[in-house]
C-alpha cells in the first residue's frame, strides 16, 4: 500500500487566520485524475478553495490521469488508498487505512466526488468524529445491483449529499436514496467563457490537424467513449447528415473501451473518412470554440459539464433530453432537444441547427448567456465553502 503522506498547503496560498477560528481540515477523495466531468469539477474546486479558512488535503483510489497536474503543486502530498475491488480483503484495508488517516489526521470533513470513493469514504468515516459529504452526480452509475445498494447505503451514512441538478434532487427523493435534510444542490461550475474570444484560433488549429479545407462543418462531441454517452447512435445520425451536408465532419474528442467498435461501426457506414477520433486531449473544453455544432448523445447524465463549456465558448448545442440537460437547454431557445437512442430524431435536430447560421448564432447566444449567468464557477466554491462551515457549524 502506498505510504500514506501529510499534506500542507504552501505558505504562499495561506492568508491570514484567526487562532480563535482555526481552520477546517478538509480531506477530498476521488477515484481518478482522468478528464471526467466529476474530476474536473472536483480539480477546479480544490484550485479555489479559500486556504485561510479551509486546509484542504487530497486522496485518491488511483494517480493516473493528467489532472493532477493541474493541482499538484498546492497538493503535492497525494494520499493514496488503492482499491482493485470492492469485495476482498484489501477492499477492507484500505477503508482500514483511511480511517486511521482520518483520526491521525484530526480531518474534520471528508468530501469524496465519485461511487468508489463514496463507498469508500462510508465505511472510513463510520465511528470518527470525521464528517462525510458523498456527491451523487449522476441518476445511476449503472444498472448493476451492486451499485444501487452501494448508492443508497453511503447517502444513508452521509452527512450531506451533493447533487448537481434539481432533475437527480428529484430523484434521489423520488427513489428513498436520501432525506431532503441531508440533499444540497450545488451546480457545476464552469469557467470557459473566455474561449468565446478564441473561436478562430481554436477553428484554424482543427482544421490543420485535420487537413480539412475552410468551407467544412465541424460537428464535435466531447465525452469519453462509453456506451452511456451514446456515440454509436450518433455516428447513426452522423450518416444521415452527411447526406444531407457533404462538408459535415464529426470530431469525437475522449478515449475508452468503445473506440475500436465505433470506429468499425464509421467504416461499415462508409463514413470514416467523415469521423475523427483526436483521442484525450488536456483542456479539451478549449475545442468546443472550433465547433460549428457540439452534441451531446448520452442516454442518461446528471448536469453534463460537456453541454455547458460548449454553451460558455459560444457554441451551439443539440442535446439529448436527459437527466440534468432538460434544466439548461430550453428547446429552441438555448439550444435543440432531441431523443435518446433516437439517430433519426438526433439527425434531424443537428440538420435543423446546421442549415440556418443566424438560428444557430441566436442559439449560441442565448446559451451562453445562460450559462454565465447561472453557473458561474465562484459560486459553486463559495456554496461548497458554506456547506463546509454549515456542518462543522452543526457538529
Given at each position: 500500500?502506498?505510504?500514506?503522506?501529510?499534506?500542507?498547503?504552501?505558505?504562499?496560498?495561506t492568508?491570514?487566520?484567526?487562532?480563535?477560528?482555526?481552520?477546517?481540515?478538509?480531506?477530498?477523495?476521488?477515484?481518478?485524475?482522468?478528464?471526467?466531468?466529476t474530476?474536473?469539477?472536483?480539480?477546479?474546486?480544490?484550485?479555489?478553495?479559500?486556504?485561510?479558512?479551509?486546509?484542504?488535503?487530497?486522496?485518491?483510489?488511483?494517480?493516473?490521469?493528467?489532472?493532477?497536474?493541474?493541482?499538484?503543486?498546492?497538493?503535492?502530498?497525494?494520499h493514496?488508498?488503492p482499491?482493485?475491488?470492492?469485495?476482498?480483503?484489501n477492499?477492507?484495508?484500505?477503508?482500514?487505512?483511511l480511517?486511521?488517516?482520518?483520526?491521525?489526521?484530526?480531518?474534520?470533513?471528508?468530501?469524496?466526488?465519485?461511487?468508489?470513493?463514496?463507498w469508500?469514504?462510508?465505511?472510513?468515516?463510520?465511528?470518527?468524529?470525521?464528517?462525510?459529504i458523498?456527491?451523487?452526480?449522476?441518476?445511476?452509475?449503472s444498472?448493476?445491483?451492486?451499485?444501487?445498494l452501494?448508492?443508497?447505503?453511503?447517502n444513508?451514512?452521509?452527512?450531506?449529499?451533493?447533487?448537481?441538478?434539481?432533475?437527480?434532487?428529484?430523484?434521489?427523493?423520488?427513489?428513498?436514496?436520501?432525506?431532503?435534510?441531508?440533499?444540497?444542490?450545488?451546480?457545476?461550475g464552469?469557467?470557459?467563457?473566455?474561449?468565446?474570444?478564441?473561436?478562430?484560433?481554436?477553428?484554424?488549429?482543427?482544421?490543420?490537424?485535420?487537413?480539412?479545407?475552410?468551407n467544412?462543418?465541424?460537428?464535435?462531441?466531447?465525452?469519453?467513449?462509453?456506451?452511456?454517452?451514446?456515440?454509436?447512435?450518433?455516428?447513426?445520425?452522423?450518416?444521415?447528415?452527411?447526406?444531407?451536408?457533404?462538408?459535415?465532419?464529426?470530431?469525437?474528442?475522449?478515449?475508452?473501451?468503445?473506440?475500436y467498435?465505433?470506429e468499425?461501426?464509421?467504416?461499415e457506414?462508409?463514413?470514416?473518412?467523415?469521423?475523427?477520433?483526436?483521442?484525450?486531449?488536456?483542456?479539451?473544453?478549449?475545442?468546443?470554440?472550433?465547433?460549428?455544432?457540439?452534441?451531446?448523445?448520452?442516454?442518461?447524465?446528471?448536469?453534463?459539464?460537456?453541454?455547458?463549456e460548449?454553451?460558455?465558448?459560444?457554441?451551439?448545442?443539440?442535446?439529448?433530453?436527459?437527466?440534468?440537460?432538460?434544466?439548461?437547454?430550453?428547446?429552441?431557445?438555448?439550444?435543440?432537444?432531441?431523443?435518446?437512442?433516437?439517430?433519426?430524431?438526433?439527425?434531424?435536430r443537428i440538420?435543423?441547427?446546421?442549415?440556418?447560421?443566424?438560428?444557430?448564432?441566436?442559439?449560441?447566444?442565448?446559451?451562453?448567456?445562460?450559462?454565465?449567468?447561472?453557473?458561474?464557477?465562484?459560486?459553486?466554491?463559495?456554496?461548497?465553502?458554506?456547506?463546509?462551515?454549515?456542518?462543522?457549524?452543526?457538529?
Amino acid at each position: 500500500m502506498e505510504a500514506i503522506l501529510t499534506n500542507t498547503l504552501p505558505t504562499t496560498e495561506t492568508r491570514a487566520f484567526s487562532d480563535a477560528q482555526p481552520r477546517v481540515r478538509v480531506m477530498h477523495l476521488i477515484n481518478s485524475f482522468e478528464l471526467g466531468g466529476t474530476e474536473r469539477q472536483a480539480v477546479e474546486l480544490l484550485k479555489r478553495l479559500d486556504a485561510s479558512r479551509f486546509d484542504v488535503s487530497l486522496g485518491a483510489i488511483q494517480r493516473k490521469g493528467g489532472l493532477y497536474d493541474e493541482i499538484a503543486e498546492r497538493y503535492p502530498n497525494l494520499h493514496l488508498f488503492p482499491l482493485d475491488s470492492l469485495y476482498n480483503r484489501n477492499a477492507f484495508a484500505q477503508a482500514r487505512a483511511l480511517r486511521e488517516h482520518l483520526l491521525r489526521e484530526r480531518i474534520d470533513i471528508l468530501h469524496a466526488h465519485d461511487f468508489y470513493a463514496g463507498w469508500l469514504g462510508a465505511f472510513a468515516t463510520r465511528f470518527t468524529p470525521t464528517k462525510f459529504i458523498v456527491a451523487q452526480r449522476h441518476l445511476r452509475l449503472s444498472d448493476r445491483r451492486i451499485h444501487d445498494l452501494g448508492r443508497r447505503l453511503m447517502n444513508r451514512l452521509a452527512d450531506r449529499v451533493i447533487v448537481n441538478a434539481e432533475m437527480i434532487r428529484e430523484y434521489v427523493l423520488t427513489e428513498g436514496l436520501a432525506k431532503s435534510s441531508k440533499l444540497a444542490v450545488i451546480r457545476n461550475g464552469i469557467d470557459w467563457g473566455h474561449l468565446v474570444n478564441e473561436r478562430d484560433t481554436m477553428r484554424r488549429e482543427l482544421l490543420d490537424e485535420l487537413n480539412l479545407p475552410d468551407n467544412v462543418l465541424l460537428i464535435g462531441k466531447i465525452a469519453n467513449l462509453r456506451a452511456v454517452k451514446g456515440h454509436e447512435y450518433l455516428i447513426d445520425a452522423a450518416e444521415h447528415v452527411i447526406d444531407e451536408f457533404p462538408n459535415a465532419h464529426f470530431v469525437f474528442i475522449g478515449e475508452g473501451e468503445l473506440r475500436y467498435e465505433l470506429e468499425e461501426q464509421a467504416k461499415e457506414l462508409r463514413i470514416a473518412h467523415r469521423i475523427h477520433f483526436l483521442g484525450n486531449r488536456p483542456q479539451a473544453a478549449r475545442y468546443n470554440a472550433g465547433l460549428d455544432l457540439a452534441v451531446l448523445a448520452s442516454l442518461h447524465e446528471g448536469m453534463p459539464n460537456a453541454v455547458l463549456e460548449a454553451m460558455s465558448a459560444g457554441t451551439a448545442v443539440v442535446a439529448t433530453a436527459v437527466g440534468g440537460v432538460r434544466e439548461i437547454i430550453n428547446d429552441g431557445v438555448t439550444g435543440y432537444a432531441a431523443l435518446p437512442a433516437n439517430p433519426a430524431n438526433l439527425a434531424a435536430r443537428i440538420a435543423q441547427a446546421l442549415i440556418n447560421d443566424d438560428e444557430r448564432l441566436r442559439l449560441a447566444t442565448n446559451g451562453r448567456a445562460f450559462v454565465l449567468a447561472h453557473f458561474g464557477m465562484d459560486k459553486m466554491v463559495s456554496q461548497t465553502e458554506t456547506l463546509y462551515s454549515e456542518i462543522v457549524a452543526s457538529s
